[in-house]
């Protein structure tokens, strides 16, 4: 889900379209419908958690970016200003207020976003005191400062002030007052209309100084010391001596490596938070990491843990699937991603795009995505946006459709007939076409989908020099590898919004020599190739920044048609990638969950609205 | 009461044999190593025709996925008419691969011992013979080799050489097999070196040695004429034995995710993708895990059965 910088220009104002988009929040909102299932409380949900916990930045909230991670904050530890309600479907990625009495409209031509905090919300034990707007202010300011490893810092960029601030040019931010203990402004620099999505992560909520303080300047060690806002809290948070920095001693209840306990937070009050969005019915949560997976999906069987934080294999949907007994215990949820091929736009034959939509054509979809284990694991991809995120404009786009989703080596070859490499026939025989450098995973599932890449570019007559590698992400970030094509590549939403989409993966100005996620390198000009190490064909590459541009200053229904267009074009007339896959995120639960629902904005189980056998 | 006479008269005939033809007389009694030896001949007509012959059999390409030979979940179908050895959990014929696999398996095991053998006999030699500074130099090499964590070393050389096209140094190491066979004789050479070392000062002290040095022989004559002649047996010992410590260890690279690329076919890459199905796809683990027991034990028999044959103090 990594993220990199944008850097717009935006110059125009959206004062009437930000209004719209708030209207449209605020009825969809009140319009949430209640999770399924019976509700009782108590109880321990106890998860599995597959190898380690993998966190990016040891749990601290400032700089952590695992999706998981974001489950556990936004359901059951930490309150932000906005949130969502944690559930399925459209409405669960609909922002609702949460600490903040509501989603406000932007005034000042976008620009600026105040927010009133609710009364009688207090930090968890040991501060025990009432969370205030210095708390949110101080969070911002941690995460502007680099030293403080905020990965997703980019994102509030966009607040004004707050690079100089991080830079040390300026004594606080700018753009963001506290006229008082409940009032918190923001100001933009320019507009932005996800912004209040922007507010929904992790790094964004309240963070008291007091304690957080004591790890400036060293990302990651906060992680131990999290104080709670929300309904639970890191269990022996009370024993926890917050009363100078050198009292601090690391919390019980999470180990840093394999157990991480949560219980009731006693200063949360329900009736500071909205049921649709917690309803907190067990009394404690166990996370536990566990290497063997078999391991784990056994113990879910055997009702010793109710849910597991793993990818299943296709053995155990299979299981879920045909054995009639276990099907009401899988579920099967969009979780607004896309697994993809990615072809680089500089390297041959893929600098032709004539190339890359036979590629496209000729892919046996239906093949890559059994190797994820079928349709349970999502629907064949047609193109780039998961529809959901598009709310549904583009259901019925799909430009390289071909009968069964196995791919069409005619219409391929009639395509590949109007590149440059190809041959009367359709077929390249140049020597570009030859020995292209293909990057894969050592993962099982990738070594499964590679066979079916190689056939089916075979078809056209490209061949591979292919690089297993463990761990391939790093090789396919480093732009001067000038990797020209790989399977490993899958993409999550940051949030719901498409930018989270367009901005990383395809906009010019993102593109970075390292950690770099436009891998296509889409919107490449020329003039950077030097410095990031690309060799290749670097002039004429196609760009999507002036759409994207434009897009990104819109808000509501336009701004996702705006999207929706940029989808267009990237997947019919630039075809950077082979989307193949909407995936799904598969959950078994354990026979003792009583209530359980999907949560849309995580694209996990919903740990706010679940429950379980006491 | 009986006498026994003898006959002073009967000619023994005392019958003169070769050192070649006493190994083989022995040898020849060992019923194992003569099996072990037939089966590595069939390997290795195998390896050399086997993939093919299966190719042209079945009439499926080693990379070809069939997509009717995995069910709706992406696993693989057993062993039927046509894919005798069922398939992976791509679709491809799994029969074709275990074959083109022998070939990769024979290959580094054959190349990388006896690259291993020549350099760690080279370097044993040199280190017995010579003594002194020479001997302390590269007996400590080779013990600090012995001593060095060989996996995470492999680990680290195949991450390396494994992310460019080119690989590393300057294309003179390119991954897939190369890198399989260098990291196998960097940690395997010595072993040899080692037993050869003990060998050559034990020679060095026989007194031929002392004859030819006697007469003026400088160093590299008595080497090569000497010491090399009488290390004959222990090396093809040594090289029995370790070609199938070789395979395994291609095997066990692979299983990591450390060997040859996937789309080459090797019995440990087809061992290591069955680790997630060997419970509902038995065939995975069956046919490849077979063809490397026997290949191993058909090595270490014939090896055992050199050792026998050529070293009399080891008889049975």
């Known amino acids: 889900m990594r993220v990199q910088p944008t850097k717009r220009r935006f110059g125009f104002s959206i004062a009437v379209l930000v209004a719209v988009a708030a209207l449209t929040a605020v009825l969809v909102a009140a319009a949430s419908a209640e999770p399924n299932g019976k509700a009782a409380k108590g109880g321990t949900y106890r998860v599995g958690w597959e190898s380690s916990f993998g966190w990016t930045n040891s749990f601290d909230p400032t700089g952590e970016y695992l999706a998981n991670a974001f489950a556990i904050y936004s359901n059951l530890m930490l309150r932000n200003l906005v949130q969502f309600n944690h559930v399925e479907g459209a409405k669960g990625n609909i922002v609702v207020p949460d600490l903040a009495t509501s989603v406000p409209r932007p005034t000042n031509g976008g620009r600026t976003y105040t927010f009133k905090l609710k009364n009688g919300v207090r930090w968890g034990p040991p501060l ?59 100001t933009l620099s320019k507009p932005a209309g996800d912004f209040p999505f922007r507010l929904t992560m992790g790094a964004a909520a309240p963070m008291p100084k007091e304690v957080a303080g004591c790890f400036d300047g060293k990302p990651g060690l906060y992680g131990r010391y999290v104080v709670a806002s929300g309904p639970y809290m890191i269990e022996g948070s009370d024993d926890m001596d917050a009363s100078s920095c ?161 791919g069409s080596i005619a219409k391929a070859r009639a395509e590949m007939k109007l590149s440059k490499y190809a041959n009367s026939n359709g077929v390249c025989s140049a020597k570009e076409c030859k020995n292209v450098l293909l990057i894969t995973d050592v993962r099982a599932v990738d070594k499964a ?103 990104q200053a819109l808000i509501g229904n336009p701004r996702i048609t705006c999207y929706a267009g940029i989808d267009r074009v990237l997947t019919r007339d630039i075809a950077p990638w082979i989307p193949y896959m909407s995936a799904k995120t598969v959950t078994i639960l354990g026979p003792t969950v009583t209530k359980w629902d999907f949560d849309q904005s995580t694209g996990f189980t919903s740990l706010a609205h679940v429950a379980v056998k006491s | 009461m009986t006498t026994v006479e003898v006959a002073a008269d009967v000619d023994v005939e005392v019958v003169g044999r070769t050192p070649r ?60 008419a046509d894919f005798w050895f069922g398939a992976d959990a791509s679709g491809r014929d799994l029969f074709v691969r275990t074959m083109y696999g022998a070939r990769t398996s024979l290959l580094v095991g054959i190349v990388a011992s006896g690259l291993a053998v020549a350099i760690g006999t080279t370097i044993g030699v040199m280190a017995g013979f010579f003594g002194k500074w020479a001997d302390t130099t590269l007996s400590r090499g080779a013990d600090v080799m012995l001593a060095v964590p060989y996996l995470l070393i492999s680990i680290g050389i195949v991450a390396a050489c494994s992310t460019t096209k080119e690989g590393c140094l300057h294309g003179w190491l390119q991954p ?110 069956l046919f490849p895990g077979a063809f490397l027991v026997v290949t191993t034990l058909a090595f270490n028999l014939l090896g055992d059965g050199l050792r026998d044959a050529l070293d009399v103090r080891t008889d049975r």
Not at chain 1, 270 to 289: G, L, M
Not at chain 1, 376 to 397: Q, R, S, T, Y
Not at chain 1, 477 to 505: E, G, H, M
């Open chain 1, 128 to 186: 025990n005191r009432a969370i205030t707007s210095q708390d949110v202010k101080y969070a911002i300011e941690r995460l502007a400062k680099p030293k403080n490893g905020a990965q997703y810092g980019f994102y509030f960029n966009v607040i004004q002030g707050l690079q100089a601030y991080g830079k040390g040019e300026s004594k606080s931010i700018s753009g963001v007052k506290t006229p008082n203990a409940k009032t918190i402004v923001f």
């Open chain 1, 246 to 406: 050198k009292t601090l001693k690391p919390i019980s209840g999470y180990d840093g490596k394999t157990t991480l306990t949560l219980v009731r937070n006693p200063n949360y009050r329900a009736s500071t938070d909205s049921r649709k969005a917690r309803e907190s019915n067990p009394d404690s949560y166990e996370f536990t990491v566990d290497t063997n997976i078999d391991d784990i999906y056994n113990k879910i069987g055997a009702g010793e843990l109710e849910d597991a934080y793993a990818t299943a294999s296709p053995k155990v949907f299979r299981e879920y699937t045909v054995n009639a007994s276990k099907r009401k215990y899988l579920h099967s949820n969009y979780a607004d991603g896309t697994y993809y091929i990615t072809m680089n736009l500089t390297q041959p034959p893929f600098d032709d795009v004539h190339v890359r939509r036979a590629m496209n054509w000729v892919m046996d979809r239906q093949a890559l995505r059994k190797a994820w284990g079928g349709p349970v694991a999502g629907d064949i991809g047609e193109h780039i946006l998961p529809n959901a995120m598009l709310l549904g404009k583009l259901n019925n786009f799909a430009p390289f459709k071909t009968p069964g989703d196995r």
């Open chain 1, 449 to 551: 989908t590679l066979p079916v890449v190689q056939n089916g570019a075979s078809k056209l007559g490209i061949t591979f020099t292919v690089r297993s590698v463990n761990g391939a992400y790093p090789v396919i970030q480093t732009t001067s590898r000038n990797v020209a094509i790989s399977n490993r590549p899958r993409w999550f939403k940051d949030y719901a919004d498409p930018s989270t989409f367009v901005d990383p993966l395809f906009y010019g100005g993102n593109i970075i020599p390292t950690g770099n996620t436009n891998y296509a390198l889409v919107g490449l000009k020329a003039s950077q190739a030097a410095s990031l190490g690309i060799k290749g064909s670097i002039n004429n590459v196609p760009s999507i920044d002036k759409l994207a541009d434009r897009c």
């Open chain 2, 21 to 80: 033809q006493l190994f083989w007389l022995r040898f020849k009694k060992d019923r194992a190593a003569i099996a072990g030896g037939i089966v590595i001949i069939l390997l290795i007509f195998l390896a050399l025709f086997g993939g093919s012959l299966a190719e042209r059999i079945s009439g499926h390409p080693p990379n070809e996925p069939y997509s009717n030979m995995t069910d709706d979940f992406g696993i693989p179908k057993g062993p039927n």
């Open chain 2, 176 to 285: 897939g097999l190369s890198i399989v066979i260098l990291v196998i004789v960097l940690f395997s050479w010595p072993y040899t070196a080692r037993v050869i070392r003990g060998n050559t000062l034990s020679l060095k002290q026989k007194e031929f040695v002392e004859a030819s040095r006697s007469v003026g022989a400088g160093s590299l004559r008595i080497i090569g004429g000497d010491i090399l002649p009488n290390l004959v047996a222990p090396i093809i010992v040594l090289a029995t034995l370790l070609i199938p410590q070789n395979i395994l260890f291609e095997a066990a690279l692979s299983y990591l995710g450390l060997g040859v690329p996937p789309d080459q076919a090797s019995w440990g890459q087809i061992l290591a993708d069955a680790s997630g199905l060997y419970d509902v796809a038995w065939w995975l683990m």
